[in-house]
């Protein structure tokens, strides 16, 4: 990715890398449109934008065709010729790239998945008779299905499918999946095979939890590539377009791999959305605000107010610094600190940089100093008040949990109230990231971050929650971009998703080991500030925000907290995930949450007697927030206090991007 031209600081404190020039967006490529007379209407699975791919874009008026209609033979073998040569090149890039510490990366990689599935093996190995019953399994799904489909293909019954996908899998949604008996054949083999592979995994003896764990993980991911959905001759809607098309999709789909490839640096860097549609301070994170205050790690912006009186008390929003904090600033329907400003807060936002070599020794303990505490220090010369409410978003509430503790140990007041949206400080049952973890893993990306200059690459981070939802994330886009020729859609969040940030090598091995592997902070173990951290020293009013279908901080690991901290805790389940459950404006009329004014031991207690509410919680956390943030008094601007403006919002530190 390129860096974009921005302004140097006002004041002390400047960005880890100077932002360059911006360039401009790519032109859309111009090609030929296909003989009218060969087309056809093709239903998509993401409704292309400007440029080649729109070709391959249905006519939204019109019913969709699913035919398979002959191709123009001379234009298809011309076509299919250039995306192969294109492919080459592609190859060709990808293999040039020589880097050895990346190669030696993705070797120690394959021997750790190696070693981890013949720990699987083993176990049946040692047991030949499970061999025999696992093959038994197998092929008794295999004659059920030949029955159904020979049921279904002589006589013509209707009869039910022996294999379906989940309700959310969007990879069979065309009609042909079901409807067309070679491709339903295909998609049912598939899912029998793939569900008989992570059965074997967890039904293997003698395994230990974290082996099984990384076994399935790995075993899943290598389903997910395999799904019929992914190759040319076995998806429907791809092989309709080729044949439509005379193969331009495929031509299309490989220059788009040509550049994905350019932009990575010799690695593919898969494009979600069309990034040339926002551009920050523009039509994302557009809400009014000034920086106040920075240092080497953040700036903090106070944003104006929108309403003639606020609530006394500021509210201070810690987001993660693992991307960056415009989510909660996206599109003005959807910004959750527009929406607090317009319900009478003042509100600041810390606006992590985004840290290159230079800060590789920052830690964990500096985040809380030049973060928390700075930032503290700031909204007290900026409003004259000592007492705020604080916000802390994922890893930016571990953050917050862990500053809380410190405090108290030092008797520090100052925070009133807590928010945590979607975070955990009890990391026992902490989701599928856990499968990164261990110490070897660690030690190996403690050596890559060392090689590459005391930093995490934005990609590498990136990467790794893209392959939480593979199908999704990854495999969508391979199909949609590479196969189907199209645009992807812009799409504010998956563009925020793609904006990487880099992170200190001090402070991700810190964060890995002491709340990851050794689960610290809830342990009472840790050690910051010298002060040894206990959360239930923390007696400020705490309010819980969990995502019942997150698979980052699962709500079960969130929900451990409320046994951890020593004030009053108020605990809520929202619809959706780890994003989306979070940013869930009540206009949008969207998802739900759940409610229990209890609190008993387990989350399945929790949701056994919870209440199921229509739409956002917002409504329920600012009812929560405003008995808290004290009296109405005069709204203060920006740089009316001790503290002056250093520039607009979004700040220059957002706008650093990270070079991969």
Known sequence: MSLKDMPEPAAAGTPATKPAAPKK?????????????????????????EGIAAKFAPDPKAAPARDYVMPDFGALAVNLLHAATLGQKAARLLVKNDDSSDADSALHDFQRIGRTLVDVAGSYLRNPAKIFEAQAALWEGYLSLAGSMTRRFLFGEDVPPVASPSRSDKRFRDPDWQEN????????????????LTEQVKQAEGVDPHTRQKAD??????????????????NPEILRATLASNGENLVAGMEHLLEDIERGHGHIQIQQTDMSAFRLGENVATTPGKVVFQNDLMQLIQYEPATEKVHKRPLVIFPPWINKYYI??????????????????????ASWVNPDARL???????????GV????????????????????????GTLLACSLAHMAARKDTRIKSATFLVTQVDFTEAGELKVFIDE????????????KGGYLKGSTMASTFNMLRSNDLIWNYVVNNYLLGREPMPFDILFWNADATRLPSAMHVFYLRECYLENKLAEGRMVLGGEEIHLDKVKVPVYLQSSREDHISPYNS???????????????????GHIAGVINPPAAGKYNHWLNDDLPPTPDEWFAGATDHKGSWWPDWENWLAEKSGPMVAARKPGSGKLKVLEDAPGSYVLVKSED
């Open 25 to 49: 967006p790519r032109a859309p490529r111009k090609k030929s449109a296909p003989k009218a007379a060969k087309l056809v209407e093709i239903q998509p699975t993401a409704q292309p934008t």
């Open 217 to 234: 993980f790995y075993i899943r991911q290598m389903a997910n590539a395999m799904s019929p959905s992914n190759f040319l001759f076995t």
């Open 440 to 451: 070897e893993q660690i030690s190996d990306i403690e050596k890559q971050m060392h090689e």
């Open 373 to 396: 505490y700075a930032a503290l220090d700031a909204v007290e010369q900026a409003t004259g008040e000592t007492e705020v409410n604080a916000v802390g978003y994922c890893i930016g």
């Open 558 to 576: 969130v929900y451990k907290a409320t046994k951890l901290f020593g004030g009053p805790v108020r605990f809520i389940c929202a619809g959706s």
């Open 360 to 370: 590789a020794l920052k830690t964990f303990e500096d985040y809380m100093f030049e």
């Open 181 to 196: 008996i070679v491709f339903d054949l295909m998609k049912q083999s598939y899912l029998l095979t793939s569900k008989w």
């Open 328 to 349: 909660l600033d996206l599109t003005p329907d959807k910004s959750l600190i527009k929406w607090c400003l317009d319900k009478g807060y003042t509100v600041f936002v």
